[in-house]
Structure formats: structure tokens, C-alpha cells
């Protein structure tokens, strides 16, 4: 069965230095999107994707998030300048249409220190 | 505002036993309710979607839209149900979902 993968699994950085979080979405999903997962927190939808551009993002995806598909098959997460409110889990996940069923992948743990 | 509630962080039942899975939510207008499992070691998993009105493993779950609730069940609770389950709700038009913060199911032998 196809799956969303994401790299890598665990990605440690220091405080105000870019990262970028990789994501290979379901071949033939249209539709891409980014949550994370703060420890001990809910997990927190960032933003959707579609026909490359952002469909709708939330309060957390400010001006230091930024979203890319640069080829037919990454999806990429960009954090500008991390902060250590940045440490999370980190979800991609793709699906067929807006409202068909959305596939996680296994998530980058990323680590702000 | 939309929210998810799943009241109990932990359910901890013999197996055999009765499982019942509390969610309620807050939404003006009607969402699309889900359930999502993680197993250890495993990515996050549609387990079922009210619109699909379908038992998966043994799991249902009933929209109740004057309680606003869509609690999971299931008659008899094996070991392989352990997992952190999580309720959420998306709209028809948007794209996000929105997710409760989860029920770790623990299954007793």
C-alpha cells in the first residue's frame, strides 16, 4: 500500500537556523497538508496545500513557515529562524480530494536547541 | 469555536471487557466527524468516518448531533485494540482537521 514519507525522522538544529522538513506524498494525492505535535498537545493542523499554493493555514503558520512543492513528488516545510517553541513532531499527510480521507506519514521529530 | 473534547486521557479495561471512547465537539454547522488510531511504532490511521457509517475492527461510532458527541465503541476489547485513539472533525469546505487530544486505550489480558 502506498504511504506518505517523511525525512528524515529526527531532526536536531540550533535556535535561529533554518530547517527544512521533506515530505512524499501519495503519488496521485492532490492535496497536501502540515500538522505538528507539540509534546503532551494536541495535534495542530499549519497549513493545506493544493495546485501549488496555500488553500488554508492556521494562526501558527506566520511569516517564518513556509510551504514548496519543488518537483512533482516533494512537499516541503521550511521554518525560517527556529525558535525552541518550534521542538515538535512534525506530520505530513496527503489526500485524494479535500474531503477524502487524509494519510499521515510517520513524522519528523524535530528538536530546537 | 471548533473543538474536540475526548475527556479521558487514559481507558484502561480488561480484555473482553466493554469499550467506550468518549468525544464530544463544538462546531457551527456540520462537520465531518473522524476517528484516528496509533499504534506503537506506527503513524496516525483513519479508523473510521461517521459518513461511512461502517465498523472497522470491531469499532463503531454514532454521530449524535443533539449531544454533539461521537463516542468510538466496541462490544468486547482485544489486546491489539491498545493504541492512542483520537477524535476529529473537519468541515465539508475546508481542508483541516481538527483533532481532540486523544484517549491512550490500554487492554488488560
Known amino acids: 500500500e502506498p504511504e506518505v514519507t517523511q525525512t528524515p525522522s529526527h531532526q536536531v538544529t540550533q535556535m535561529g537556523q533554518e530547517v527544512i522538513l521533506r515530505c512524499v506524498p501519495i503519488s496521485n494525492h492532490l492535496y497536501f497538508y502540515w500538522y505538528r505535535q507539540i509534546l503532551g498537545q494536541k495535534v495542530e493542523f499549519l497549513v493545506s496545500f493544493y495546485n501549488n499554493e496555500i488553500s488554508e493555514k492556521s494562526e501558527i503558520f506566520d511569516d517564518q513557515f513556509s510551504v514548496e512543492r519543488p518537483d512533482g513528488s516533494n512537499f516541503t516545510l521550511k521554518i525560517r529562524s527556529t525558535k525552541l517553541e518550534d521542538s515538535a513532531m512534525y506530520f505530513c499527510?496527503?489526500?485524494?480530494?479535500?474531503?477524502?480521507?487524509?494519510?499521515f506519514g510517520d513524522g519528523t521529530r524535530l528538536s530546537i536547541l | 469555536a471548533q473543538r474536540v473534547t475526548q475527556p479521558e486521557k487514559l481507558l484502561s479495561v480488561f480484555k473482553g471487557a466493554p469499550v467506550e471512547l468518549k468525544c464530544n465537539y463544538s462546531y457551527s454547522g456540520s462537520p465531518e466527524l473522524f476517528w484516528y488510531v496509533q499504534y506503537s511504532r506506527q503513524r496516525l490511521q483513519l479508523l473510521l468516518r461517521?459518513?461511512s457509517r461502517e465498523s472497522i475492527k470491531g469499532f463503531t461510532a454514532d454521530l449524535n448531533k443533539g449531544e454533539t458527541s461521537f463516542h468510538l465503541k466496541k462490544p468486547f476489547a482485544q489486546e491489539e485494540d491498545s493504541a492512542m485513539y483520537y477524535c476529529a472533525l473537519s468541515s465539508v469546505s475546508a481542508s483541516k482537521i481538527i483533532f481532540g487530544s486523544g484517549t491512550r486505550l490500554s487492554i488488560r489480558p
Open positions: 499527510a496527503s489526500s485524494e480530494g479535500v474531503n477524502q480521507p487524509q494519510h
Open positions: 461517521h459518513i
